[in-house]
């Protein structure tokens, strides 16, 4: 048996493809990468939420895994849709690994500084500094995250604001010079997991072998609740919406919210149930921020990005 990888080319991205083929082969199964470029590495000119699409980093690699040019595609966890296109699942998550933001820099960041400006195209994160520092600056920066270092350092902007997962993966540990609390900055659904999807017609001893390889079954409880949350909501890139699940003492704890553009506005909740109520929790906790002024925040939000 022979498992055809589908990824994106970035260092990144090979990362994770080089992980999994790494699963496979303790199990005795094959593979071989293949890279394919998506729209969001080709329109770098724009931020991702104003490409328009929700499948921005993975709708050609869906048209190849259709095709059946590759068995699986593999994934950061956190740049799924919320809803998959028929056909579609992801069968497996990756253990997690930290999943909090952080900065990277070449110098020292006081958040007091009036002149700070922060490299970022993430709405959520720019929703959360425009309520804790609203002084502070953004500028979007696209590309690999070399590329991105490499623009900061010629002077684009004093810091970069990115998931520490990422950083970590790429070996940048000794640049980063602020953790964010993941309790006040919560992360982004599905934030240090890399998944595992396929196309219907896979066979249920290739998916069998997969999902022993590579499935953590505690981060899957945990991701299934925050999709299943993100679902409800309808969230994709270009929404600031956040969700963290965690399992402690045999219970799963789900937080998640939205919080309006320019910050002011913030739906919180959380709620614990057991690993196996995950996705209704999901559920539970979506109709309660939309109930409690989700609705309109989200309704606010795509009034102001139809009218950019």
Not at 63 to 77: C, F, M, T, W
Not at 110 to 121: A, E, H, I, M, R
Request: glycine share 8%; charged share 25%; proline share 3%.
């Amino acid at each position: 048996m022979k498992i055809k990888i589908g990824t994106r080319g970035s260092k990144l991205a090979l990362w994770q493809a080089y992980f999994v083929q790494d699963r496979l082969a303790k199990e005795g199964v094959e593979s071989e990468i293949i890279t394919i470029e998506t729209t969001g590495d080709k329109r770098l000119d724009v931020t991702i939420s104003k490409i328009g699409s929700k499948g921005v980093f993975t709708e050609e690699i869906e048209e190849q895994l259709k095709s059946g040019a590759i068995d699986i595609a593999v994934h950061s966890a956190k740049d799924m849709p919320s809803t998959l296109p028929e056909g579609f699942e992801l069968i497996a998550f990756s253990e997690r690994e930290q999943a909090h933001d952080v900065l990277i820099s070449h110098k020292t960041i006081d958040f007091n500084q009036p002149d700070l400006v922060l490299g970022t195209s993430s709405t959520r994160r720019i929703a959360f500094l425009n309520k804790h520092f609203p002084h502070v600056k953004t500028v979007a920066v696209r590309g690999n995250l070399q590329t991105r270092i490499k623009k900061m350092k010629s002077g684009v902007c004093d810091a970069l604001w990115l998931a520490y997962a990422g950083a970590h993966r790429m070996g940048f540990d000794d640049m980063m010079v602020h953790h964010f609390d993941e309790n006040e900055f919560v992360p982004a659904v599905g934030q240090g997991s890399v998944t595992i999807e396929v196309y219907r017609g896979i066979s249920d001893e290739k998916k069998a072998l997969i999902r022993k390889a590579t499935n953590h079954p505690e981060t899957e409880q945990c991701l299934l609740a925050e999709r299943s949350y993100l679902q409800i909501m309808n969230g994709g890139c270009s929404i600031p919406v956040y969700g963290r699940a965690r399992l402690e003492n045999g219970q799963l704890t789900l937080t998640g919210g939205i919080i309006s553009l320019d910050g002011r506005e913030q739906v919180s909740q959380t709620y614990t149930s057991s690993p196996n109520e995950g996705p209704e929790t999901g559920k539970k906790l979506a109709q309660y921020v939309l109930d409690h002024g989700g609705k309109e925040i989200l309704a606010e939000i795509r009034k102001q990005q139809a009218e950019d």
